[in-house]
């Protein structure tokens, strides 16, 4: 049976980052990667690729291109966790043991979720950016779309990137205005959260741009089936509050109709989504999911990122069970936290514990072409600007950032451990 001092499960942003972190401070270290895809993506690249802005191939690099000098790539799905006896199955067969393991595999996509959406997806109008079948469908829709109702909504679960819905939105305005389609369309954004935004000053200025480019904000809305025949998204109002819904709740000039007393359907000509997210089914079905939790992330000490059951486990990026926004940016502060932990662990010294990760996300919030914000947060929902310039408004430079720098950083200095 292969050993190993750490075993990474996945190597996407998280899982890459640390391991080459934690080989950067010890060479000698045994470490493994459990990941079976051959390709790694930069997922964030996608939104703009749907705008048809960034070229999809440049999202996509050889992941033998990151596993760091020295780890063990076993190129692999991670079935079983058996956290009692640090052993890991994978679906090949395999037990690979461990003296310390980090989870790293990113969410899952649960398209059977919502009724109508798997046999949807990718064709008659569904697009999500969320995927990288799709992500080029959304550009084709865009470039074809004549007019009728451009509808953006997101999921009642958790997601990645929970901005990432409202950006293409906001580009999606943008382009229809360039093609001159705009005025015979209806720019619809539903979701079932009650804010556009959770945190200010950010919320302000995104309610702004809702308000002077007349897109129909509908809110406390959730998706419960999508009917691609008739082309329609059937939405639960879910504010009623025992009360049924009525004529006033509807908004008649995007063709808005009432369906039973709590339901409401909206016709789209184009519909974009994510997809419900929760963590892989492998991990909830493991003794490392947290107890009660429908969506199964890793229960780790949101400081510590250390497991609150088993100390020789860490979890960070999108699987785990940490209440931050989940993004890449995230894992770039998460991962220092982890390594040093692990770092300290091995040497039997004591954790940094709630000195470490305070929740840090970003949301660079794309707003047009040549237009981002850039939102930066902590566990308070508290902003925490890193820039000596007031990001909480529309900028060129954000753009910028966004297009070209953040991606060549993400290849080059973070997938190497260097930042
Ligand atoms: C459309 C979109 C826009 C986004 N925009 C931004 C943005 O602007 N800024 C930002 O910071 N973030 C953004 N993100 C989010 C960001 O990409 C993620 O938060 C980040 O990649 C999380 O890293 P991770 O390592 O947790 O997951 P991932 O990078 O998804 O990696 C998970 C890895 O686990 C592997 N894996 C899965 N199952 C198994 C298994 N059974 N065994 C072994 N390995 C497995 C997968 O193959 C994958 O390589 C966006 C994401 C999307 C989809």
Redo the contacts with the bound molecule.
Sequence with gaps: MEQFQVLI???????ITVAAQLLKKDPTLRLGI????EE??Y??A??LVGAGTFDYAATVKKEQKFIPKGAHWIK????EIDAKHNLVKTRDGSSLKYDYLVV????QYDWKAIPGLKESIGKGGVTT??DKRYVKYTWELLQNFKGGNALFTQPHTPI??G??PQKIMYLAEHYFRKQGVRDKTNVIFATPGSVIFGVQPFKKFLEGIIKDRKIFARFLHKLVEIRPVQREAVYQVTNLEGRQLTEEDIDKNIGMRLEGTDKVVIPYEMIHLAPPQSA?D?IKSSPLAKADDPYGWVDVDKNSLQHVRYPNVFS????AGTPNA??????RKQAPIVVNNLMSLMKKHPLNGAAGYDGYS???IVTGYGKMLLAEFNYENKATPSLPIDTSKSRWSMWIL?KYILPWFYWHRMLKGKG
């Design positions: 499960i996945g190597g996407g942003t998280a899982g459990i990941e079976p895809s790694h993506y997922q964030p996608w939104t692999d799905y991670a079935q790293a595999v990113g969410v950016n969320y990645k990137c901005g990432a892989p492998f960070l990026g999108d699987v989940k993004t890449g940016a995230a894992v970003s949301c660079p966004k």
